[in-house]
C-alpha cells in the first residue's frame, strides 16, 4: 500500500504554488498585529495616565487618583501640585510612588481610557490626536519613551503590562508594515 503515497507525493511536488505571498491581502494580519498591540494599550498601567478628564487614575480598577490632583493647563498639575513634585524619575518603592523621567499626564486628545481597539486605533494614525506623529514615530515612541517603559517596571507590587516594551516595539513595527489596519469596530 506504498504505492499511492508516492504518486501523491510526486503530484505535490510538481504543483504549481497557488498564490505568492506577495498577493495576499495583508489586512487581516495587520488587524490581528493590532490587536496584540491592544492587549498592552488597553492595560490599566497605560490608560491610568491616558484619561479624558482631568484626573488621572490608579491601580487596576481604574480608581480616581488619591491624593485628589488635577490635571492643569500643561498637563503636569497645578502650581503647588505639580506631578512631579511627589512622581521622581524612578519609582519610590518605599512610598509606593510611581516614578519615570518627565512623569505626567497625555494630553486630553490622546485619550483610551474606556476607548475600544478600533478607536484607539484610529487616533493613534491621526497626527491632529497623536501629538503631530508619522507612524514611524509612533513605532518609535512605543518602543522607546520612558513613560510607556514604566508599564513594564511599575514596582510596588503593581500589574506590569503583558510582554516586554521590545515585544511591543516588534510587533508595532510588523503593524505599520503589513500597512496598519484598524480593527472592525464590534459593537
Ligand atoms: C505617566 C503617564 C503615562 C503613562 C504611564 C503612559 N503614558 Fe503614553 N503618553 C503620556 C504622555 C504625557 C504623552 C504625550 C507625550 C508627547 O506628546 O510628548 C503620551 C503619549 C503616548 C503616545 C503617543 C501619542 C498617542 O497617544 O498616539 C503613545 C503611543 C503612548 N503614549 C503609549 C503608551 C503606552 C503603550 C503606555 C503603557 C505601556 C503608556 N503610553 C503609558 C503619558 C503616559
Ligand atoms: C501629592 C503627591 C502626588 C501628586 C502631586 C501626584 N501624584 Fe500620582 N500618585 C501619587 C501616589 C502616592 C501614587 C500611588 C498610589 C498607590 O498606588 O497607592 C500615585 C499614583 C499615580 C498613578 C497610578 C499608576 C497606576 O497605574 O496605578 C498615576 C497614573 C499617577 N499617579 C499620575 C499622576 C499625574 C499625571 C500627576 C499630575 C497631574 C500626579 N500623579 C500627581 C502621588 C501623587
Redesign the pocket.
Known amino acids: 500500500m506504498r504505492f499511492p503515497w508516492l504518486v501523491l507525493l510526486a503530484a505535490c511536488g510538481s504543483a504549481k504554488p497557488v498564490a505568492s505571498t506577495s498577493q495576499v491581502d495583508p489586512t487581516p494580519r495587520s488587524r490581528e498585529l493590532f490587536a496584540q498591540?491592544a492587549v498592552?494599550?488597553t492595560?490599566p498601567?497605560?490608560?491610568?495616565?491616558?484619561p479624558a478628564d482631568n484626573t488621572?487614575r490608579q491601580g487596576n480598577d481604574h480608581a480616581f487618583h488619591d491624593p485628589p490632583v488635577l490635571r492643569g493647563t500643561a498637563?503636569r498639575g497645578v502650581v503647588g501640585m505639580q506631578?512631579t513634585t511627589c512622581?521622581q524619575d524612578h519609582n519610590a518603592e518605599l512610598a509606593r510612588i510611581?516614578g519615570?523621567p518627565?512623569?505626567?499626564?497625555?494630553?486630553v486628545?490622546?485619550a483610551?481610557l474606556g476607548k475600544t481597539p478600533a478607536q484607539?486605533c484610529a487616533?493613534?494614525k491621526?497626527p491632529a490626536?497623536?501629538?503631530g506623529?508619522t507612524l514611524a514615530?509612533?513605532q518609535d515612541?512605543?518602543a522607546h519613551?520612558p513613560?510607556?517603559?514604566?508599564?513594564?517596571h511599575?514596582g510596588a507590587g503593581r500589574e506590569p503590562?503583558p510582554g516586554t516594551?521590545a515585544e511591543?516595539g516588534a510587533i508595532a513595527q510588523q503593524w505599520i508594515d503589513t500597512g496598519a489596519a484598524c480593527p472592525e469596530e464590534t459593537r
Not at 45 to 50: A, E, K, L, Q, Y
Not at 102 to 107: I, Q, T, Y
Not at 147 to 152: I, R
Open positions: 498591540m498592552v494599550l492595560h498601567r497605560c490608560v491610568n495616565c491616558h488621572p498637563d506631578c512622581h510611581p519615570a518627565g512623569w505626567h499626564l497625555a494630553p486628545e490622546m483610551w484607539i487616533q493613534l491621526d490626536r497623536n501629538g506623529r514615530q509612533i515612541h512605543l519613551d513613560l510607556v517603559g514604566w508599564g513594564w511599575p503590562a516594551q511591543l
